[in-house]
């Protein structure tokens, strides 16, 4: 079990840049692949994207134009940039760990404890 | 894509069973995982491959897959239990996963 925190603004401006970065520590991050979900006000959850701390991704269709995940192992962190943002992109962020694929599943045992990001002139 | 269908809500008396259901197609054939979202908080892996506990959550919470319907068993239910449930399953034509819409429990 490894323990996460996310950081970045907690505002915004539309058509700007949302930058997130999520730490890990209580193990490396050279072990899983490592996500972003997030969750607009009252609604469910959403898949946003993940990546292989080798640095492969997948990212989620609705997204992917305006997504960028990226990991940076020496400091044991990933981030997430979400280009163009809109008041729809307004939503709690989480990092979460993916552990490999086995048996044609995995899950996200691991969550950060979120951060709300504010898309507002 | 493939999708997860919750119902918005289950409500349950104290010290009943709960049963929160996620239906696909063939879901049988896949793992399904549950979490717990109570308000304000990330989610909690509760269950991971149909039926398995990751360690600290208690006996109370169980799960089963068959068919086009999993479901996850809440047994004796407390008032803490009151939260918001999702399924998930990995897909494995796209190598994403899939959340279902969420499930809220209410406790009487």
């Known amino acids: 079990q490894v323990q996460l925190q996310e950081s970045g603004p907690g505002l915004v401006k539309p058509s700007e840049t949302l930058s997130l970065t999520c730490t890990v520590s209580?193990?490396?991050?050279?072990?899983?692949?490592w996500s972003w979900i997030r969750q607009p006000p009252g609604k469910g959850l959403e898949w946003i994207g993940y990546?292989?701390?080798?640095?492969?991704?997948n990212y989620n269709p609705s997204l992917k134009s305006r997504v960028t995940i990226s990991v940076d192992t020496s400091k044991n962190q990933f981030s997430l940039k979400l280009r163009s943002v809109t008041a729809a992109d307004t939503a709690v962020y989480y990092c979460a760990s993916l552990p490999p694929i086995k048996g044609s599943t995995t899950y996200f045992p691991d969550w950060g404890q979120g951060t709300l990001v504010t898309v507002s002139s | 894509s493939y999708v997860l269908t919750q119902p918005p809500s289950v409500s349950v008396a104290p010290g009943q069973t709960a049963r929160i259901t996620c239906g696909g197609n063939n879901i049988g054939s896949k793992s399904v995982h549950w979490y717990q979202q109570k308000p304000g908080q990330a989610p909690v892996m509760v269950v991971y491959d149909d039926s398995d506990r990751p360690s600290g959550i208690p006996e109370r919470f169980s799960g089963s897959n068959s068919g086009n319907t999993a479901t996850l068993t809440i047994s004796r239910v407390e008032v803490g239990d009151e939260a918001d449930y999702y399924c998930?399953?990995?897909?494995?034509?796209?190598?994403?996963?899939?959340f279902g819409g969420g499930t809220k429990l209410t406790v009487l």
């Open positions: 990546i292989h701390y080798r640095g492969s991704t």
């Open positions: 209580g193990g490396s991050i050279s072990t899983y692949y």
């Open positions: 998930q399953v990995w897909d494995s034509t796209t190598d994403h996963p899939v």
